[in-house]
């Protein structure tokens, strides 16, 4: 059971938006910054957006995400075929003194 | 370019210790912390801990504590994470990642360690 909740699949079709929801609490999201990782099959996670809604250079801007109260989301807009991959929420938590995760979301392009 | 090169897979008997390696590279690696994250097979990412490459200082993940320990070499730029008592739900693979701004900002990730316990 993650700390943070995301659903567990996504899907679309290439060219569509799709977006992901990550649900925290006041003593996570709702404090401090919230950051999103992917994870394509077989590889080490990568850092895709930083500090809510910053992307690190060489993360195309079809990438962003938003934070609002106690979530966040990731918006992918132009779907494309090597979007395919896994991502995770994570944040700082107050109570816990500790990095949580979401328990990760399967981005499947159809 | 910046690049953190993990030591190679392992296995382990139950009971026993690991300890892995993460040789940084690419930058000043005193300015920087140093973050552990660990992935079950077919699970989601669990961070264990982040140690300052400056001071030394770490913060554990409080399922951990008392059986981590993360450590540095600034001579060799490299850090280590030690876990003993392994179970079999420690398998997993282990990522060391660079931090950056805050505890969860991991700009760059090793290749992973697979830890086998069993």
């Known amino acids: 059971q993650s700390v943070l909740t995301e659903p567990p699949s996504a899907s679309g079709t290439p060219g569509q938006r799709v977006t992901i929801s990550c649900s925290g609490s006041s003593s996570n999201i709702g404090s401090n910054y919230v950051y999103w990782y992917q994870q394509l099959p077989g590889t080490a996670p990568k850092l895709l957006i930083y500090?809510?809604?910053q992307r690190p250079s060489g993360v195309p801007d079809r990438f962003s995400g938003s934070k609002s109260g106690t979530s966040a989301s990731l918006a992918i807009s132009g779907l494309r075929s090597e979007d395919e991959a896994d991502y995770y929420c994570a944040a700082w938590d107050d109570s816990l003194s500790g990095v949580v995760f979401g328990g990760g979301t399967k981005l499947t392009v159809l | 370019q910046v690049q953190l090169v993990q030591s190679g897979a392992e296995v382990k008997k139950p009971g026993a210790s690991v300890k892995v390696s993460c040789k940084a590279s690419?930058?000043?690696?005193?300015?920087?912390?140093i973050s552990w994250v660990r992935q079950a097979p077919g699970q989601g990412l669990e961070w264990m801990g982040w140690i300052s490459a400056y001071s030394g200082s770490t913060k554990y993940a409080q399922k951990l504590q008392g059986r981590v320990t993360m450590t540095t070499d600034t001579s060799t730029s490299t850090a280590y994470m030690e876990l003993r008592s392994l179970r079999s739900d420690d398998t997993a693979v282990y990522y060391c990642?660079?931090?950056?701004?805050?505890?969860?900002?991991?700009?760059?990730w090793g290749q992973g360690t697979l830890v086998t316990v069993s």
């Open positions: 990642a660079k931090g950056s701004e805050t505890y969860s900002d991991f700009d760059y």
């Open positions: 500090r809510n809604n």
């Open positions: 690419g930058y000043t690696f005193t300015n920087y912390g």
